[in-house]
């Protein structure tokens, strides 16, 4: 059983009176531990469909199951756990908060689980280190490169241990060096996890180093 299957999704938006259909006929299938690229041109959908596999944004038909259940038959409630609980996600702008230290961005996840404050800490600090910044956790973002941030962005993903990680563009905004090493970062310790990793990229170099790839074009795969 794979840990994610799509079937067949469907994604539109209304335009100018215009329906645009963002994906047509989608379909995947990621299992544990596996690493997958999808690659595309901006404006594609790449985000549309993160957003959807990821359960931020709804789909207009086909199927989405997750561990073999459909996320359709979920209430919002459950969808809502799922989430919290097994998807992390990274996007091309890490979203920090400004005003929390690297520390406080990264227990943000937990707190939202209902962990107590000194787990919450103890689990922030681990990851942190993991992704090279333990002598980092209490500075804020704008104290923060680029590429630091990004790395307290992926801590953050990771902290709860998820099943799989959505990764949209996650260097887009670095330099090629910097975006390398955040990359090889991400994909070791999803690794570590036996995490699932799927990440849309305009990146062929960086998508060629993932297990399996794929290419978004007239919404199908």
Same mark, same amino acid.
């Given at each position: ?6 079937r067949?999704?469907k994604? &539109?938006?209304?335009q100018g009176?215009n329906?645009i259909?963002v994906?047509?006929?989608f &379909?995947i @299938? ?6 997958f690229?999808?690659t595309g041109? &901006?404006?594609?959908g790449?985000s549309?469909?993160l957003?959807?596999l990821?359960?931020?944004d709804?789909?207009?038909g086909g199927?989405?199951?997750f561990?073999? @259940?459909?996320v359709?038959?979920?209430?919002? $409630?459950n969808?809502?756990?799922l989430?919290r !609980? ?6 091309q702008?890490?979203y ?10 990264v227990?943000i996840p ?6 107590d404050e000194s787990e919450?800490?103890?689990q922030a600090?681990?990851?942190l ?11 804020r973002?704008g104290?923060? &490169?680029g590429?630091? @941030? =990004?790395?307290v962005?992926?801590?953050?993903a990771?902290?709860k ?10 260097t887009?905004?670095l330099?090629p ?5 955040v990359f ?8 570590e996890?036996n995490?699932?990793?799927?990440m849309t990229t305009?990146?062929? !170099?960086?998508?060629?180093?993932? =297990?399996? @790839?794929?290419?978004? $074009?007239?919404g199908r795969?």
């Open positions: 059983m794979s840990l994610l299957e799509v067949h999704v994604k &539109s938006f209304w009176g329906q259909e994906l047509r006929d &379909s @299938q990621v299992d544990a531990g596996e690493s690229a999808i041109e &901006s404006g594609v790449k549309t469909l957003h959807c990821g359960l931020l709804s789909f207009d199927e989405i199951l561990e073999g @259940q459909s359709s038959a979920l209430s919002e $409630k969808r809502v756990v989430r !609980e097994k998807i992390g996600f990274v996007f702008f890490h920090l908060m400004a005003e929390l230290s690297a520390l406080e961005n227990m937990l707190k939202l689980l209902g962990r919450c800490r103890r600090s681990f990851w280190e993991k992704v090279g910044l333990a002598h980092r956790l209490e500075h973002p104290a923060l &490169s590429g630091e @941030q =990004q790395r962005a992926i801590a953050r990771l902290v241990e998820p099943k799989i990680i959505f990764a949209d563009e996650p887009g905004n330099d060096d910097t975006a390398k090493k090889a970062v991400l994909v070791e310790r999803c690794r996890l995490a699932a990793f799927l305009h990146n062929l !170099e960086l998508a060629g180093r993932l =297990q399996k @790839q794929g290419h978004l $074009k007239e795969l």
